[in-house]
């Protein structure tokens, strides 16, 4: 049954999660969420995005008063995956270090890290499942344990459920090696690993990405011509060099500190790094791109970040999409303490902001220790280390639009600004604005817990201020036209940190279904408008990421009220049927408390009404043979989505509604079975709406093979059904059934007990009677429209039934 646009009745009821055991029941708090705090040090090391808006995160850890490698994966909504405090991904005798992570491509990660099990420094990996499962030998394989020190190892995925690692190898002086593994732990390349560069001097500090065929681009600080420059190489997948023997040169005079890369997207690298300049006695941020086939992009030695005559630090970059970058270092134009300012270069290398850079946080004190991810839509999220607040350190974060606004407040959001240190933050993207921000924590004093918070793209609040829509469900026992959308509220929809004033729910609409709502005079609006008192109905048009127009039809509103789950009873725009489910979309909006500007949208979820209710069965059948016929009457059943009746028959008695007793069908309530067989006839009727639900069969009626002999069932009391059609505005009739013949007096009644009208038949005969009522009083004028009740009296006992006059 078709539902009108208007705001639904109000049902709240709590929603309790549906979790794996395997969960731990947490979400984003205020000043972070505690990734670790087990006992003694942990120091964080690396931080990677699952693809699904969460993050896995990854430590050293001295609980055991030894380094091991431990890691957690942490979900959209502030929940821990897997175990308290970490799964154990190596705790082998010896000190393991700077674990380092990637997708496995199955949920799931592999997991790098330089090892003293054995003495020296060697590299050993892991794979972790998707649920926290150790996959491979207990403590980890070994990726290279040839003589010598291997360090720093870096990870990439190689595209096929493996991942291609590089580290740097002390034989004398320090080289760099690499070595592919597959998704079950075996060795692909040279088993000793092969040589990304073996020239002169020292080659350390390696930064990789994937090429985007199965290999890896390694960049690294390299000293074969006594100074510090930038070198690279491009390693295949199956493990040869692309570029020249030992690298291409990328930086042009000494860098200060280490170079930083991200994949340019094309198979290339983008790199960052800081050079000395001489002359002008400072240090310049630069940017280079290289390309695939080892060309460089941006000049023969990259391109100056900013003119301003100041030293301009520890660069990190990210690609801008569009084959260009975005770049943020450390500064010291104003003075003594260091600020952040940041630079876009195009795909050619060509300056796109000021040339003096545009300035991302000059608060008080130091700004310093940066990290930045692309925010999917041409921009970056940064993070940093700030000491603005004096003493200790705490962590900011900013969004840069791709024009080099800063989208969220002046000097940026706080991430946490718990007591003592927050240090080394790093970042995982969603890839659309919103990231999760990893960083080692002081405020328990030992220097050593990892924590972690989510900050939405939007408007830079921390935690998950969306609400979850969970599902759309059918109203169980009703007759269709509305479902329960349910959610999860707002990470600040709590107490003490309440920011949510109230939900709205939308049903998604068609364009036609819009224009008629409209036509109706239902206003087009924005969510500003919406605040908690709008009482609707509204239509609201929204441009999806294709830029093509959605619309949304408001069905109800919420007050935030602190619950851990909400639900709310909401009309559909129209019913299923037996063709098939009628399907709706469904989005809930969390607004933010004083500010009609500030609201998150939920995740769409899909859901159907169903009319659960069967219609009552058909009741009074009888059947009458007359001739080769056989007539059958029964009451009409009184149910707006009154579909059909079904009538089923057999020769012997209890008759079921199968389908090898189907008769026919009838809209009306009343069927001749033409040319019925000349033996005695069993028959029942069912109700049908155009749900397809289907009623309970009436009282069983037979005809024996004789003419003019039925079965009526017998009636052994006076018995009144609702009077037919009922409202009316005109006629309707009483159907009385009568025992015995008797005189049946009707008399009709106002709502005051005031008698009206009436009529009286007499000497009615015994069965079934109809009589007419035109709605007149006694004096045959019409009654008003109102409700009435009628009385009937026959046999000595007496009925009474309520009707409506529609007029």
Not at 11 to 23: D, K, N, Q, R, W
Not at 36 to 57: E, K
Not at 334 to 358: E, F, K, M, P
Not at 538 to 549: N, V, Y
């Amino acid at each position: 049954m078709k539902a009108p646009l208007t705001l639904a009745v109000l049902v709240v009821c709590l929603v309790v999660p549906a979790l794996a055991p395997a969960f731990t029941l947490t979400s984003w708090q205020y000043n972070g969420l505690a990734v670790c705090t087990a006992f003694y040090v942990q120091q964080l090391t690396d931080c990677i995005p699952d693809g699904s808006g969460g993050a896995f995160i990854a430590w050293q850890d001295r609980r055991t008063f030894e380094w091991d490698i431990y890691v957690q994966h942490v979900n959209a909504f502030g929940m821990t995956l897997w175990a308290i405090d970490g799964v154990p991904v190596c705790t082998a005798a010896g000190n393991q270090y700077d674990p380092r992570l990637v997708l496995d491509g199955a949920g799931g990660v592999i997991v790098a890290w330089d090892d003293q099990r054995n003495g020296p420094d060697d590299i050993y990996a892991q794979r972790v499942s998707a649920s926290g499962t150790i996959q491979w030998t207990l403590d980890g394989i070994p990726i290279c344990t040839n003589a010598g020190d291997q360090y720093t190892p870096l990870i990439v995925s190689d595209g096929a459920g493996g991942a291609v690692l590089v580290w740097e190898d002390y034989v004398i002086p320090a080289d760099i090696y690499a070595q592919r593994i597959d998704g079950s732990g075996n060795i692909l390349w040279d088993p000793t690993g092969v040589s990304v560069c073996t020239a002169t001097g020292y080659q350390v500090i390696p930064q990789a990405v994937s090429d985007g065929g199965g290999g890896v681009i390694v960049v690294w600080n390299d000293s074969r011509t006594g100074n510090k420059e930038a070198y690279g190489q491009r390693i295949d997948v199956t493990g040869a060099a692309v570029w020249p023997t030992n690298g291409i040169k990328i930086s042009n005079g000494a860098i200060y500190d280490d170079v930083r890369v991200a994949t340019d997207g094309s198979g290339g690298v983008l790199v960052a790094w800081s050079e000395w300049n001489a002359p002008g006695s400072r240090y310049m941020a630069m940017a280079h791109r290289v390309g695939a086939t080892g060309t460089t992009q941006w000049g023969p030695y990259g391109v100056l970040q900013s003119v301003f005559n100041s030293n301009q630090n520890t660069p990190v970059i990210a690609p801008d999409g569009s084959g260009g970058a975005i770049v943020v270092w450390k500064d010291d134009r104003n003075g003594v303490d260091t600020d952040l300012y940041a630079q876009r270069v195009s795909s050619s290398g060509n300056i796109q902001w000021t040339g003096d850079g545009i300035a991302v946080c000059t608060a008080m004190g130091d700004q310093h220790n940066s990290r930045i991810v692309p925010d999917g839509s041409g921009g970056v999220v940064a993070v940093w280390e700030d000491d603005r607040y004096g003493g200790y350190s705490d962590l900011f974060t900013q969004r840069l639009s791709g024009n080099g606004a800063t989208r969220w407040n002046v000097d940026g959001e706080a991430v946490c600004t718990a007591d003592y240190h927050q240090m080394y933050p790093l970042i995982a993207s969603d890839g659309t604005g919103s990231v999760i921000v990893a960083f080692q924590d002081a405020r328990t004093g030992n220097n050593g817990d990892v924590y972690a918070q989510r900050i939405e793209g939007r408007f830079g609040y921390w935690g998950h201020p969306e609400p979850l829509a969970a599902s759309a469900t059918d109203v169980p026992a009703d007759q269709g036209g509305k479902v329960r959308v349910n959610w999860f509220p707002s990470d600040r929809d709590v107490l003490n940190q309440q920011l949510i004033s109230h939900y709205s729910v939308w049903r998604a609409a068609s364009a036609a279904a819009v224009a008629s709502a409209i036509e109706a005079g239902v206003p087009q609006v924005g969510l500003a408008d919406v605040g908690e008192a709008f009482a609707g109905p509204a239509i609201r048009e929204e441009t999806t990421a294709s830029g093509a127009s959605a619309f949304w039809e408001l069905v109800g509103t919420q007050d935030a009220v602190y619950l851990e789950g909400y639900s709310l009873t909401v009309p559909t725009g129209y019913d299923s049927s037996a063709a098939g489910p009628a399907t709706h979309d469904f989005q809930v909006i969390a607004h933010a408390l004083g500010s009609q500007y500030f609201n998150w949208p939920s995740n769409v979820v899909s859901g159907y009404s169903v009319d659960n209710l069967a219609p009552p069965p058909p009741l009074y059948l009888t059947a009458q043979r007359m001739g080769n016929d056989v007539q059958l009457k029964w009451n009409r059943v009184r149910v707006p989505d009154l579909k059909n009746y079904a009538v089923y028959r057999a020769t012997s008695s209890g008759v079921s509604p199968v389908p090898v007793n189907f008769l026919s069908s009838s809209t009306d309530s009343l069927l001749t079975d033409t040319g019925a067989p000349l033996t005695t006839l069993y028959y029942i009727v069912t109700a049908k709406d155009v749900h397809e639900n289907q009623s309970a069969a009436s009282n069983e009626a037979f005809v024996s093979g004789a003419t003019n002999v039925g079965n009526t069932p017998a009636i052994t009391q006076l018995t009144v059904l609702q009077n037919y059609p009922n409202p009316f505005a005109g006629q309707t009739e009483f159907q009385v059934g009568l025992p015995a013949p008797s005189d049946v007096k009707v008399e009709i009644y106002d709502v005051a007990g005031r008698r009206v009208g009436g009529t009286v038949v007499h000497d009615a005969s015994a069965g079934w009677q109809k009589i007419p009522f035109a709605g007149h009083n006694e004096r045959g004028g019409a009654l008003a429209s109102g409700v009435y009740f009628y009385r009937v009296t026959a046999n000595g006992s007496t009925v009474t039934r309520k009707m409506v006059i529609a007029r």
